[in-house]
């Protein structure tokens, strides 16, 4: 992978370069580890400086209680994001409203979230709040191009434009 492709990805909690998500969110492996023998402990944590502001002063990791805290907002907000809300009665459609009988009036447009698999899908890590789920988005959509290519390149012209001639191949497009 060239220097170009390759983004620096930091912890979210102490800015420390990171190479894997730690508990599905962008940390580094010390603060996971960290955040969760905390977790385990019964005592109570004191901020350093008392002020519990230690974030702002660069003080992040000495302070054990900022450091948690900052963990735990950030592991509540990923976590938050990722349920699903139960339906409620009034966003259930009828029968008919779910199922057109016209297969050509389903869909109107392509949903914003639809990947294309034509082409690259990329996003800005640092407008969303779920940048996992983006650099996942991401890799899929590269894979299905790289994919796209190697069945392209595999396939042997004559073969191709028979399968066309004879109707095998479809309307579709590959």
């Not at 909690?13 to 023998?37: E, M, Q, T």
């Not at 949903?111 to 991401?138: A, E, G, L, W």
């Amino acid at each position: 992978m060239t220097a170009a492709l390759k983004k620096t990805i930091k912890c979210l909690i102490c800015g420390a370069p990171v190479n894997h998500s730690h508990l599905g969110i962008d940390s580094c492996r010390a603060c996971a580890v960290f955040y969760k023998r905390t977790v385990d402990q019964k005592h109570q944590l004191v901020c350093k400086s008392g002020t519990n502001d230690c974030r702002k002063k660069g003080t992040i990791i000495s302070c054990r209680k900022c450091r948690f805290d900052r963990f735990k907002s950030i592991y509540d907000r990923a976590c938050a994001s990722e349920r699903i809300e139960p339906i409620q009665d009034d966003d259930v459609l009828s029968d008919s409203e779910q199922c057109p009988d016209d297969p050509t009036k389903a869909v109107d447009e392509p949903s914003p979230t639809f990947i294309d698999h034509n082409n690259y899908f990329d996003c800005v890590p640092s407008s969303s709040s779920t940048p996992i789920i983006d650099r996942m988005k991401q890799a899929y959509s590269a894979l299905c191009i790289a994919r796209k290519a190697s069945e392209m390149s595999s396939l042997n012209d004559t073969v191709l434009h028979d399968q066309k001639k004879n109707g095998r191949y479809g309307s579709h497009s590959i």
